[in-house]
């Protein structure tokens, strides 16, 4: 922390581990906390953050696994960014949360984005490099809401259109091919022109809600052994420049009137 710390390199990769420590009723023992400093690598080195939250059961900020906020900035030189942030104990120990204003960029050298956690709370700018991607999932198999409002601790992740609003990039991955279900059940709406791709191991849902993407494409990405993708919001679900889906895609069809037959 302060305003001049920082973790860099001359051009190699840069990892950062960190375990938060604590007991009983503790708080802010957090895996890797980033306040006023930066962590960043020089040349095109890889950028690898992975926060682990102490144990204590204290609220207030609870016990994160990867904490930022006041002014932090975590960037690259041109490599890509993964940042993964596990739980600690209390009820505001999210996995990775990230506060105004601090920032995670990769906007003026490039290079993809890609937070894992169950639990996110994200009101920070995420903002990667042109033509690069932003990837937001869980840890193993758990499921993805893109809608709801509050997070919880140890999942299911969820990820409100407010704290998608914050994420700037081309490409916006939400899941992965490990996740579980992903499910569209609140409206999403994209500030700009972005592909948005929604991937599973399992299946990939709107229901709730419609995905606007401003332009950019959609791709329903469900697991191939999954039962599909499920466009199942009454009237609208998608307002997109184009709609793929790369496993099964089911419409009802069989009636004259929408949504109903």
Known sequence: SGA???ITSGGGDVTVLGTGGGSGSSYGCFGVNVVSGSITAGGMGLVAITGLGGVGTGAVTGNRGINMSTGALISSGGGDVSITGIEGGGSAGFGIGCSAPADISTLTNGGNISLKSNSILISCAITSGSG???RISPLDDFPVYAGPATDIIGGPLHLSDTELDSVFTDHLVIGSVAA??????DTITRTSQT???LRSVEEVEIDGGYMNTSGGNLVLDPGT????????QVGTDAIVGSVSCTGKLHFVINGLVADTD
Do not use: C, K, R
């Not at 052994?225 to 199942?232: E, F, K, Q, R, V």
């Open 4 to 6: 001049n710390s920082m």
């Open 225 to 232: 052994t999954s039962t599909g993708a499920y466009p199942d």
């Open 132 to 134: 690069d991607s932003v």
């Open 180 to 185: 579980g279900q992903v499910f569209i059940n």
């Open 195 to 197: 592909n948005v791709y």
